[in-house]
T-cell receptor
Framework: SAVISQKPSRDICQRGTSLTIQCQVD?????MFWYRQQPGQSLTLIAT?????????ESGFVIDKFPISRPNLTFSTLTVSNMSPEDSSIYLC??????????FGPGTRLLVL | KQEVTQIPAALSVPEGENLVLNCSFT??????LQWFRQDPGKGLTSLLL?????REQTSGRLNASLDKSSGRSTLYIAASQPGDSATYLC???????????FGKGTKLTVNP
């Protein structure tokens, strides 16, 4: 199994600012992902965080808005840039090894005023 | 494009009842399927993972089945308890893809 932690757990931000969310896994994993869950909705994949290279973004998500880093096998960051109230969501990090059980972090609850 | 559907969207049952949650998918070329639970405002907890070659997996009071030919998976919860109240999500991974495709979930309420 893998235990995933995220920081911060929640934040309230002003529009136009940026927030960086950290994701730490307690053991080496092959894949790391970032999801967004808007109120009352299911999960939407933002991007796959690739170690040492640019993330792979899903349709509708761009690097300028959601820059992602993954410097090693156990750590990744997601930045939500130039925030607007529409960015208010739960942001979730997940990870797996070789397409087996995917584990999720506890999420970061973001409110943009 | 793979689509995952979970019906019903919400379910309310009395404590002690056995229940079944449904998950259907359009493309049978799946690699594996995973069931999660999500408590309000929290992350996802993995419950069971079924490989495409398996028919079912069991963990405690939970049993998940997979029928690729009919495009269905079910999550059976025996002797439900109020602590089982949560949203249950199914997600599948297509062969050759690292990504999970999620259903919208079934919100379960178990009444004492």
């Amino acid at each position: 199994s893998a235990v995933i932690s995220q920081k911060p757990s929640r934040d309230i931000c002003q529009r136009g600012t940026s927030l960086t969310i950290q994701c730490q896994v307690d053991s080496q994993v092959t894949m790391m992902f970032w999801y967004r869950q808007q109120p009352g909705q299911s999960l939407t994949l933002i991007a796959t965080a690739n170690q040492g290279s640019e993330a792979t973004y899903e349709s509708g998500f761009v690097i300028d808005k959601f820059p992602i880093s993954r410097p090693n096998l156990t750590f990744s960051t997601l930045t939500v840039s130039n925030m607007s109230p529409e960015d208010s969501s739960i942001y979730l990090c997940s990870a797996d090894r070789y397409q087996e059980t995917q584990y999720f972090g506890p999420g970061t609850r973001l409110l943009v005023l | 494009k793979q689509e995952v559907t979970q019906i019903p969207a919400a379910l309310s049952v009395p404590e002690g009842e056995n229940l079944v949650l449904n998950c259907s998918f359009t493309d049978s070329a799946i690699y594996n399927l995973q069931w999660f639970r999500q408590d309000p405002g929290k992350g996802l907890t993995s419950l069971l993972l079924i490989q495409s070659s398996q028919r079912e997996q069991t963990s405690g009071r939970l049993n998940a089945s997979l029928d690729k030919s009919s495009g269905r998976s079910t999550l059976y919860i025996a002797a439900s308890q109020p602590g089982d109240s949560a949203t249950y999500l199914c997600a599948l991974r297509r062969g050759g893809s690292e990504k999970l495709v999620f259903g919208k979930g079934t919100k379960l309420t178990v009444n004492p």
